[in-house]
């Protein structure tokens, strides 16, 4: 035992005596995670949410494009700046600004008219920056809804349109029994825009609203997406711990420290075992120093149960210690197995959800990330924070977090060089 | 107190030991001397169970060392070759971890690491980083880690590669006095100076095979010449060179520059020499002997200088 705590004691000096160690375990996984925590919503309550801009470019110049730039100003999701139309397109080329909408001149009436299918569409151009295709998504849906209801307040309100829909309906080759449909209508639109008090229509909308509840821990409880950020980066940086203790235990067969310890009447198991005990020690270290800074400064809770967070950090911990035991025995070199462990670990960190969320994924790979035992960490610790889930969510991770480590741990005792060079 | 017996050990075709066999007793140094590559570091590995041999065997004070966690390695004190020192501890923390590791631990640790290192000159450095420890400081360190657990035997690898004279000397009257403690010392080198300063008894090794062993005395009568006439020639253009190697008790005659050795079987046969070199276009302006040494050994054995092969 005193060889074993010796042993431990003395990887525990070694990584605290190294600053840049220390600053990359601790410091970067706060202050990664409170990047990326911040860029991903931060805390629901946040009020500085960023507001999508939109360049309008007017070539009517008439009511209709007026009251369309004035009611998507209004909306909240969109900061809408009025343009000429060789800067809009300028500016989404540099990609200083992600869409831009061009109402055509002559749109106020041409959409009107094709409202009652007596002429045909206007068109507006949406220019957008092909990297920001959901915002162009999301600017066309708004704009759809409030063209729709400014266009009909205009045909509601002024007999212009009745009349000219009507003159052209004269002139259609529509069947007659259509024809006379949509002349019935118009009469209806006529005396519902001449009817005293309907002056003010507001003209169609959707007719539906939406209401938005985030489901996370409880009711009143919001989404905090430091808590997923601070977990993924902290997953992130304990690999990469596990790859120094791999490379470490191959710098002391380089520097003949091996052989020093080989020739000790010291079993296997206090020899690797010691290295898988300080690593888990330090694993364990990171995650309470990431976790309290995330909790004091973001307002992290653990939500769900406590026994299972513990439960899915120490798993982790475990496995991560394994993961550097197994660098080590597959490893030839610290020069040959640092570059293969952090590619291997990068992928594993990528396909964990760490970075993004694993949804994000395409289905395949959501179907191949299961194999990845930091998957399950990054599953495990969202369940115990922001989702506020059970314990019981919490034991298949720490399940298959503790059987990697078996199998990490088993591969590394079978192919690990015992011999001294 | 350490027995070899025919040990072997091959990496894939390489044979890098071969049936290398010796004893030592307590109180003696004996001396592994060959060329880098020669097979010296693996028989040491094998000597501390580092290595598992091919065949043959190892006994220390008459017991096998079996498995891992064997006590007899509690005999041993190894010091590696390398520098096998953690940097970025102190001396005392280093030496705190390499006796733990032979379960010294409280009060007795800390008279062992006060006691190794005064006996290697550090226990004023005892606090400091080894990291800022020159070369020969950090491997009189790495000499006192292997002597905390107070081994009988003691394997010493080239514990002197890379030091200055001093600590050269330094290490050497450490190894005296472990010596005259009554400890079993084995110890690897290619340098013969060495050899010959510290060891009672040498095996030369070469190509995984010990190709001769005696004491020092044992292996210098073994060299062909027992004497060299270092000859400084006045002018370089000296041209009856094979005539002087046929001369009667000459063995060997090179010219280096203006400088003429001559191997000669005989001192008394020296000043006949000098005459015959002077009445043959030799004339000289000074001439010194020289003795074999255990490099002179090793090229009639091998056909190789030592520092060449």
């Excluded at chain 1, 597959?330 to 964990?352: H, W």
């Excluded at chain 2, 030592?24 to 290595?51: D, E």
């Excluded at chain 2, 550090?122 to 606090?127: E, I, Q, V, Y």
């Excluded at chain 2, 800022?132 to 690898?157: C, E, W, Y």
Aim: hydrophobic share 45%; aromatic share 8%; net charge neutral.
């Amino acid at each position: 035992m005193t060889a074993f705590l010796a042993l431990v004691r003395k990887d525990l000096q070694i990584f605290f005596g190294d600053t840049r160690a220390v600053i990359m375990a601790f410091a970067a996984p706060i202050l990664i995670g409170s990047f990326f925590g911040y860029v991903f919503g931060g805390t629901a309550t946040r009020k500085d949410a960023t507001r999508m801009e939109v360049l309008y470019v007017d070539q009517e110049h008439g009511p209709v494009a007026k009251q369309l730039l004035a009611a998507l100003q209004r909306d909240a999701n969109l900061q809408v700046n009025p343009s000429a139309l060789e800067p809009a397109r300028e500016a989404v080329r540099k990609g200083k600004a992600p869409v831009a909408v061009v109402i055509p001149a002559g749109f106020g009436d041409q959409a009107a008219q094709a409202l009652f299918g007596s002429s045909p569409k206007p068109e507006i151009t949406v220019l957008f920056d092909p990297s920001h295709q959901t915002e162009a998504s999301m600017v066309r849906g708004i704009l759809t809804g409030q063209v729709m209801q400014t266009v009909t307040k205009e045909a509601f309100s002024t007999n212009s349109t009745v009349v000219s829909s009507r003159e052209r309906l004269k002139d259609s080759k529509m069947e007659p029994s259509r024809k006379a449909a949509l002349t019935n209508l118009l009469d209806s639109v006529e005396k519902f825009g001449s009817t005293p008090g309907t002056g003010g229509s507001d003209g169609l909308t959707v007719p539906f609203s939406t209401k938005d509840e985030a489901i996370t821990a409880r009711s009143g409880v919001a989404y905090n997406s430091y808590a997923h950020s601070f977990g993924g980066m902290a997953i992130q940086f304990m690999l990469f711990m596990g790859i120094d203790v791999g490379i470490g235990l191959l710098l002391l067969r380089q520097r003949g420290l091996w052989r020093r310890f080989r020739a000790a009447p010291l079993s296997k198991t206090v020899l690797l075992g010691s290295r898988a005990a300080s690593a888990m020690l330090v694993g364990m270290l990171i995650l309470t120093v990431v976790f309290t800074f995330a909790r004091f400064v973001f307002g992290v809770k653990i939500e769900g149960s406590l026994v299972g967070f513990i439960g899915v950090c120490g798993a982790f911990s475990l496995m991560t210690a394994a993961y550097g035991l197994l660098i080590a025995a597959i490893g030839k070199t610290p020069e040959a197995a640092r570059g293969l462990a952090t590619l291997a670990t990068l992928l594993m960190v990528m396909m964990s959800g760490a970075w993004v969320p694993s949804f994000l994924f395409p289905s395949w790979m959501q179907g191949i990330t299961k194999a990845v035992p930091a998957r399950w960490a990054m599953d495990g610790l969202d369940a115990m924070t922001w989702r506020g889930l059970g314990i019981e969510e919490a034991l298949l991770p720490i399940a298959v977090l503790l059987a990697s480590a078996v199998v990490f741990g088993a591969i590394a005792v079978w192919r690990f060089r015992w011999e001294a060079d | 107190m350490l027995s070899a017996e025919n040990l072997k050990k091959a990496y894939g075709s390489l044979q890098a030991v071969d049936g290398v066999s010796f004893r030592v007793g307590p109180g003696q140094v004996f001396g592994l001397l060959g060329p880098n590559g020669a097979g010296k570091t693996t028989t040491i590995g094998m000597l501390a169970g580092l290595v598992a041999p091919d065949s043959g065997e190892v006994r220390i004070a008459g017991h096998y060392i079996t498995g891992d966690t064997s006590p007899q390695k509690r005999r041993l004190g190894v010091v590696p070759q390398e520098l096998a020192l953690f940097d970025e501890l102190s001396a005392t923390a280093n030496l705190s971890l390499f006796g733990a590791l032979y379960g010294l631990s409280g009060a007795a640790a800390t008279n062992e690491q006060a006691r190794v290192l005064t006996l290697v000159g550090l226990a004023d450095r005892a606090k400091d980083k080894v990291g800022t420890f020159s070369g020969g400081m950090k491997r009189r360190l790495n000499s006192a880690a292997a002597l905390l657990h107070d081994p009988q035997v003691i394997l010493l690898d080239e514990p002197t590669v890379g030091v200055d004279p001093q600590s050269r000397n330094a290490i050497f009257d450490n190894l005296e006095t472990l010596k005259a403690a009554g400890k079993t010392l084995l110890y690897t080198t290619h340098y013969m100076e060495e050899a010959e300063r510290l060891c009672d008894h040498i095996a030369i090794m070469d190509h995984g095979k010990i190709i001769a062993t005696d004491t020092v005395a044992g292996l210098l009568r073994q060299a062909p010449v027992s004497s060299f006439v270092l000859i400084d020639l006045v002018a370089n253009d000296f041209a009856n060179l094979i005539e002087a190697a046929a001369l009667p008790g000459v063995l060997s005659a090179t010219l280096n520059g203006r400088q003429l050795r001559l191997g000669v079987q005989r001192m008394d046969d020296l000043p006949e020499l000098l005459r015959w070199l002077l009445s043959h276009g030799g004339e000289f302006e000074h001439v010194q002997t020289e003795r074999p040494t255990l490099e002179t050994v090793f090229l009639h054995l091998t056909g190789r200088s030592l520092r060449d092969a």
